[in-house]
């Protein structure tokens, strides 16, 4: 982008030193127009200074990056770094927040134990993106579509677990579980008859409880 500014000085020659100043420029990096010659006058009676307009290129500012761009330029840095390579697989759901599917060979890395790693991923993804960004924009990450069949899976063990409770009438602990998949688990026998939920404990050790008692508080 040009830009231009006006200087005046005693001189040309003093004009554009000062205008050079001003920029930090260099002499061949501006192109100077003379607007005004400077005038010395008779016993400096009538004199003017030099006018001169210097442009100049502005580099033009780089297109602020998408959502959607950010995260991919992030994840593909992270997995590159991890020694994975995994095909992304993006989408911006109507709620503007983004979900991606990472698919590929060794996924059971980027996975982990439980889930774990992809968690991590996920969370650092969320930071990395929304740093200093005024509104945040939500980004989930699944691998091979696990989180879908974790939550089936999860949906299944709470059922099964659910009748052993009112089987045998006791209360039914489960394994420790991370915040997201007590809520499914949660949400899944919300509605099942004669149980109900709460958790206990506290994290990475904090689980569902199943019975048959009154009414517990969730966490």
Do not use: W
């Not at 982008?1 to 002499?27: D, F, H, P, Y």
């Not at 959502?67 to 593909?76: I, Y």
Request: with cysteine; glycine share 6%; hydrophobic share 35%.
């Amino acid at each position: 982008m040009l830009n231009s500014i006006e200087v005046t000085g005693r001189t040309e020659e003093e004009a554009i030193a000062s205008a050079l100043r001003q920029l930090n420029l260099q002499r061949d990096e501006v192109s100077i127009e003379i607007i005004e010659r400077a005038k010395s006058g008779f016993l400096r009676i009538g004199a003017s200074p030099a006018v001169i307009r210097v442009s100049y290129e502005l580099p033009d500012e780089p297109a602020e990056l998408s959502v959607e761009d950010k995260t991919r330029s992030f994840l593909e840095g992270l997995l590159e770094r991890m020694g994975t390579k995994a095909e992304l697989d993006m989408k911006t759901k109507d709620d503007g927040s983004v979900f991606v599917n990472l698919s590929g060979d060794g996924m059971g890395a980027i996975i982990g134990r439980r889930g774990e790693t992809l968690d991590a991923i996920q969370h650092l993804t969320n930071y990395a993106v929304n740093r200093g960004c005024e509104q945040r924009t939500h980004i989930s990450i699944d691998a091979e579509n696990y989180r879908a069949k974790r939550e089936e899976s999860l949906v299944h063990l709470a059922e099964k677990m659910a009748a052993k409770t009112l089987k045998y009438h006791r209360s039914m602990a489960l394994e420790p579980m991370n915040s997201y998949e007590r809520h499914v688990i949660h949400t899944a026998l919300q509605n099942y008859e004669g149980v109900t939920t709460c958790s206990t404990g506290t994290e990475p050790n904090r689980r569902v409880v199943i019975s048959c008692d009154k009414a517990k508080p969730q966490g």
